[in-house]
Each structure stands twice: as C-alpha cells, then as structure tokens.
C-alpha cells in the first residue's frame, strides 16, 4: 500500500512538473507564483492568530482548537468546507473573544477557524480545511479519475454503422450545398444568420430533423464550403463557395475527413440553434457570436475519452454521457461555466453530433474516428469501410427511381435535377414529378435529353408512364414567355421604329421588336428619355391608361444652414474654446508634479509575490487613506483583487497596491 501511495505521489508530481505548475528550486520543489491564489482553501493564507506563548506547530495549534469548539460550530465549519471554503459572515461580529462570543459563527472567529474578510465574507483558512479532513486536502480522492461504465460491443459493428453515418453526412452535405447553389437563401440583416423557414424548409428537403440540418449548415460553414454572398437582386444570401467545387471532385472518404475535421476544431456551437440566449433571443444558424471559448477543447477532449476505451469496449448506454462529465470535472476542474455553455451541454452535444458526422455509433469510436481525433490519417481505413458507388438506377413503373447503392456523385447530382429524393436509406428512392421535369427543363433541358439520361442511367427500360410525363410537361413548356424590360416605346409610325432600330447609337438602347408598332428596352425610363433626345426624337411619356404624361421638372433648393455665426463671433467662440482648453492642460500638468511618483507596479507585484511564496517579512511604504505616508514590517500572505492580505503583528489587514510605494525586505 505504501509503495502504491509512493507511485501515485510521484506520478502527480510529474504531472504538475510535466504542465509547469512546479518547478525545482534549490530548496526542493515549489509552486509557480500564484498558484496558491487560485487554489480555494489554500494553505498559503493563514488566518491563525497565534496566543502567547503557544508551543507546537501550526497544524497541532489547529487540531488543538478544533477539539475545543462547540459540536454546532464544527459542523458549521464542516459545511462551509464542503460549500467552497467561503461564507456570509451574516450578523457575525469580526472581532470577538472567545467569552464573549455569540453562537457558532461568532464562535469560530474567535478562535481563528473562520477570518473575517472586507467583502462580509468568511474564509476559510487552508490549514484548518486540511486538519477537518484528517490531513487531507480534499473532500474525496483527487488522484484516482472517475471511471467510464463501459459494456462490450464487436468493433466491426461500431465501424459499420459509423461508416453509413459518414456517407450520409457527405450525401446531404451535396444535397444542401447544391439546392443553395441554385436557390440561395437570405441572410438575416446584417449577416446575422439563417431564418427559422429556411432553416426548417432545408431539414424538410434533407428528411432530417431541424438540429440535424442545422448541424450540417454549420459543419458546411466551417469547412468552407458555404459562405455569406450575394444573390442576382443584391441581396446578401448564403451559397456554396470555390472550395465546394474542388471538395466535390475529391474521394468520399477525402470529403469526409475535411468536413469532420472542421467540425473537431470549429469553436461553434450548432446545439445552441433553436434555444434561447440570456437575452430571450432564440439563437439562430450560422448567427455570427455562437460560439464558444472551450467548445473545441471540450469536443476533443470528450472524444479522447472515447479513444482511450479498450478494444470492443463502449460507453454505457444511459450512464455514459454523465460519466464523461465527471470525468472531465476531474480533468479540468476549474473550467469556467457559462449560461449558454455548461460542461454538461457541451458533452452532450459532441457525443450526439459525433455520431451524426459518423465518427462515432453505439457509444464508441470508429476506427477512422480514433485516427482523426489522434491527429492522423483516417481517409484510407475509411476509404476500405465505404460500399463502392454504383453508376446506375432501377427506374420504375410507378414513377421512380431506386439506386441499389451510394451513386457515383456526378449521377447522383444530375438526377436529383431531374427528379425528387423520397426516402433515404440502404436504397434511395427518387420521385419523378411534374414539378421535378419542369425544374429540369427550367435548367435549359429538353425532352430529348431527358429521355436519353434516363435510358443511360437505367438499367431497366424506361417505363412508358415516365415517358409520358416527360412529353406531357415538355409539351406545355413555355406556352407563355416572360421576359425583362424596364420601358416600351409606342408610335403608329412604323417607319420611325424601324428607323431607330437600325440607328448605330441606339444599339446600347437594348431594343427589341415585339410589333410593328411597339418596341421594348432594357433602358430605365429616366435613362431612356434623354438618350433618344440625343438622337434627335421628341418621345413623351405615355400613362398607364394611355393619355401623354407631360411633367415639370422639381425646382431643386439646397438646405438652409443653421446656427451660422457671423466671422467675428466665431473666432472670439473658438479663442474663448482654445484658451479654456489650455487651462484645462496646465492644470492638469500641476496636478501630475504634485502627486507622488507610484511604483512599479510589475517590480512591486513581483517582489510581493516571492515574498508569499518563501513566507518571507517585508517593509512597505505606504501612504494610507488620509495622506500620511508611513512603513510597516508585514508578511505578506495572498494578493487579490488589487490589494495585499498581509499579517501584521497579532492582525491581518488589508493593503491597497496603489497606495504602496515600495517594499524591500527586512533586515537579517
């Protein structure tokens, strides 16, 4: 037993030596410079006000006055141990005598088991803490992690159904990014995110859940493969970028591996999507500040965990997740919580969005997944994990079409022009509509051509229904032609028309004949008017119903000048500013030469902290509240918060750093 204590002493040491909390000075090991401020509880700040004449050293002194407090006061002490080693001093009195002390509080101030602060609080003094626990420095164990409940599962099983999971990730990434190419949606004003509809119109088109597709609008995003541009009208819209082309022309498990690594080290936070911030505002996707400061280090921590499970082993169902919680309490005790990002949410949502992207499936990680989070290679054990694309569909007769394996991406993106996924799955299903021949043929397709990638594509013949509906829509197709213009030129002289349409310099016009009598243009009217002046027409502007429209140009004016001075009011107001504002400086100057010179705040910080770190005495000067500078022999016990927690004498006291000018160390 005491050779095991010795091995795990030694391995913690390490471990602090290993993340530079220690080092080895010619006195043996001590503590970096400020490592007992951030400990609570610390042993480096001693509240004990020594009596006369005590024998023993402090940690006998502290057992000593424990066994002579009341059974009421040493519960209260043990309650405020286990509650953080701090307290509300409530109605306590902070200078008592043990006579004269009243109830328990009162009681342990006055044996110096609890110390008075300047904030009503009460601390706890380290060495009082480790004497309550029986020499221990925590309530429970610190040197053995919490476990991870496991029960066993085949490996293989885990890469399978992680490796279904990634295909679908890379297939509805495709699918998102190429329905946004052609139809864009809009940015909320000033690119602050997706709109709720679009967002719930894109888990409706991918069969997904809307924390789903926003999971993948985010991991889109942050691969680089979506960004914020600008539609046809102007308007800012999110649409695939350059590097969505380039991703589509590399292997599956190559897009794969790009689209999961962005999500590992993206500070995002897609769970966030559909909650409300401390505001009331619900968080919205792609929303600029969802981000946050752990996020990544948390994600990649949690998955470490899932990395470090032996072989055929996975996280329990039910108990796993609260258990990697623990765990990484353990390991990063003093992470700071947040109300929009606790521990508890941040392991909770890498575990479920691990398994969507397809590093993870039933409680552990693929094999590939392992290598990812390892900062290796996954493509090539993934690349062998992955069925192999098929480059073909079985059309039916009822108006679709079933793909007996992942489609060869190109095949897979042209279909789905020419037709709807119905349902997901081993075998997808596409739905042939009028709707879906009509997009295609809004793309510039013929019936033709239609008919020939479905005869390609197929290995069954196309069935007649299909060919029917294909000649039916086509057949309808452009009955009814719109176009642009933005004004008509009319005249019963149809000479002048043509005359104007043969013009050289009305070539810039974008005129175009759609009746001997009525031409149309590109051209604004407000343009159009003095340009066909310039050609030596006289046009008029025609009303709706009909009637010539002759308008005056507005009288233009510009705006009256307020609060103008004359020239010689304005410069007395301007030399009455300058002469204020120097005076102003001067006194400001005076001010300065007549206010002691402070210290350096890093040479005095840095000589206090040694001083606290050997438990050292110093001399400070000082000046207190009323001006009278002054010295004082102290020993500095903790700094926090801009002031000095210093022993003096019999006391402790408080010492603004502003206030002191210098500190040397006593004399031997």
């Known amino acids: 037993m005491v050779n095991a204590e010795v091995d795990a002493t030694t391995r913690a040491l390490s471990h602090l030596e290993d993340t530079c909390l220690v080092w080895h000075s010619l006195n043996g090991l001590r503590a970096v410079t400020g490592v007992a401020a951030l400990l609570p509880g610390s042993p480096g700040v001693s509240g004990l006000q020594p009596f006369a004449g005590h024998l023993g050293s402090d940690q006998e002194e502290v057992v000593r006055r424990l066994a002579a407090v009341s059974t009421e006061a040493r519960a209260m002490l043990e309650a405020v141990d286990t509650g953080g080693g701090q307290a509300s001093s409530s109605r306590a009195r902070p200078r008592v005598s043990v006579a004269d002390a009243a109830g328990p509080a009162e009681e342990l101030i006055a044996h110096g088991l609890l110390v008075p602060s300047g904030d009503e609080m009460l601390i706890l003094p380290g060495e009082v803490g480790v004497a309550l626990r029986g020499g221990r420095t925590t309530l429970a164990p610190a040197d053995v992690p919490p476990p991870l409940p496991t029960s066993s599962r085949p490996s293989a099983q885990v890469d399978r159904a992680a490796a279904g999971a990634a295909f679908e990730l890379v297939r509805n990434l495709e699918l998102l990014l190429d329905a946004w190419g052609a139809r864009p949606p809009r940015s909320l004003r000033g690119g602050a995110g997706l709109t709720v509809r679009d967002l719930r119109a894109t888990a409706e088109r991918l069969h997904v859940s809307e924390p789903t597709a926003a999971l993948l609008i985010e991991v889109a995003w942050a691969a680089g493969l979506l960004a914020l541009g600008t539609d046809e ?322 009288a233009k004016r510009a705006k009256v000048r307020t609060g103008q001075r004359p020239a010689g009011v304005q410069e007395a107001h301007l030399a009455a500013r300058a002469t204020a504002v120097a005076a102003r400086v001067k006194a400001g100057d005076e001010t300065a030469t007549a206010r002691p010179t402070p210290p350096e705040p890093a040479s005095t910080v840095a000589i206090l902290h040694e001083a606290i770190d050997a438990g050292e005495k110093v001399v400070i000067s000082y000046v207190d509240g009323r001006g009278v500078a002054g010295e004082a022999h102290v020993e500095p016990l903790g700094l926090d918060g801009g002031s000095l927690a210093a022993r003096v004498e019999d006391d402790v006291r408080s010492f603004a750093l502003s206030r002191i000018r210098s500190v040397r160390p006593t004399q031997p």
């Open 233 to 554: 009208e102007g308007n800012p819209s999110w649409m695939p970028t350059v590097l969505y082309d380039q991703w589509l022309e590399q292997p599956l498990a190559a897009r794969w591996a790009h689209a999961a690594g962005a999500w590992l080290a993206t500070p995002r936070l897609p769970g966030l999507v559909g909650q409300r911030d401390p505001a009331g505002k619900t968080w919205n996707a792609l929303a600029p500040d969802m981000a946050g400061a752990s996020a990544a280090e948390t994600r990649r921590l949690a998955l470490r965990l899932l990395a470090d499970l032996a072989d055929g082993e996975v996280l329990a169902a039910g108990t796993g997740p609260a258990a990697v919680v623990a765990r990484m309490a353990w390991e990063r005790p003093r992470r700071p919580r947040t109300r929009t990002e606790s521990r508890e949410s941040l392991v909770a949502w890498t575990l479920s969005e691990a398994e969507t992207l397809g590093l993870a499936a039933l409680g552990g990680l693929a094999a590939y997944g392992r290598l990812l989070v390892a900062g290796e290679d996954p493509i090539p054990t993934l690349a062998g994990m992955l069925p192999e694309p098929v480059d073909h569909v079985l059309l039916q007769g009822d108006l679709t079409a079933v793909a007996p394996g992942p489609l060869e991406p190109a095949l897979a993106r042209t279909l789905a022009v020419v037709a709807t996924v119905e349902s997901h799955g081993g075998a997808m299903v596409y739905r042939f509509t009028k709707e879906s021949v009509r997009r295609a043929m809004d793309r510039g397709w013929t019936a033709a051509e239609i008919q020939a990638f479905l005869a390609a594509a197929s290995r069954t013949p196309v069935p007649q229904a299909l060919a029917y509906l294909v000649d039916d829509t086509a057949r309808t197709f452009g009955t009814i032609r719109v176009g642009f213009a933005a004004a008509y030129l009319r005249s019963d002289d149809e000479a002048a028309l043509a005359e104007l349409l043969a013009h050289p310099a009305a070539r810039s016009l974008g005129l175009r004949r759609l009746a001997p009598t009525v031409v149309l243009s590109t051209v604004a009217l407000d343009s159009l008017l003095p340009r066909l002046r310039e050609l030596g027409l006289a046009p008029v502007v025609e009303a709706p119903d009909g009637s010539v429209h002759v308008a005056r140009p507005d």
